[in-house]
């Protein structure tokens, strides 16, 4: 049985995504690790099930951001970044942030939590302590809401690391 023309396509686009990966990743600098998530329709599915096949999901350890390290989750729709799950480690808690891109704004919304024992081991195990929505342009310019500076700073640490687009591979 021959290969439908549909699949065949289906192969070409995972190739040329792959490459588009890879040139992606050469690119970036060397505070970074990245894991490529793709095809997994339940990863950063929000309840609307807006996450399509053709979305990029990259897990990428950001080092330099905390000293207990920092991992930021981002789904790329159409090759531009649509949303991004931050986690920042502590030493006595951690934030998760969550970066909602639609056109020049960003809306945010940061969870501090700090843990209930010196010896963090179930989920249970955090309790929130803070809760921040604010809205930011694409700049990190505060429009809406209330942030600290620190967390100004993080967002233009993170557009520093992470590309906000990803661009296709040169043949």
């Keep these: 049985m021959k290969n439908s023309p549909s699949k065949a396509i289906d192969e070409d686009l995972k190739l040329h995504t792959m490459i588009e990966i890879k040139d992606t990743i ?23 099930g807006s996450l ?11 080092y330099g951001l905390s000293s207990e390290g920092a991992e930021a989750i981002v789904t790329y729709k159409k090759g531009k970044i649509a949303k991004c799950l931050l ?3 502590g030493e006595t808690g951690q934030s998760n942030i969550i970066y909602n891109f639609i056109d020049n704004l960003v809306k945010i919304d940061n969870k501090i939590y700090k ?11 955090m309790k929130l302590e803070n809760e921040f929505n604010y809205i930011l342009n694409s700049e990190g310019n505060l429009l809406n809401g209330q942030a600290a500076d620190r967390d100004i700073e993080v ?11 990803l661009r296709e591979a040169k043949k």
């Excluded at 894991?35 to 609307?48: Q, T």
């Excluded at 979305?55 to 990428?60: C, E, F, L, M, R």
């Excluded at 843990?115 to 195990?125: E, F, P, Q, S, V």
């Design 87 to 89: 986690n920042i480690y």
């Design 26 to 48: 050469s690119k970036l600098k060397d505070s970074i690790s990245i894991e490529v998530i793709s095809g997994d329709k339940d990863i950063l599915n929000d309840s609307k």
């Design 155 to 165: 967002y233009k640490d993170l557009k520093k690391y992470i590309p906000f687009e």
């Design 52 to 62: 399509q096949e053709k979305d990029t999901i990259i897990s990428y350890n950001i």
């Design 115 to 125: 843990y209930k024992t010196d010896l963090y081991r179930a989920k249970d195990g």
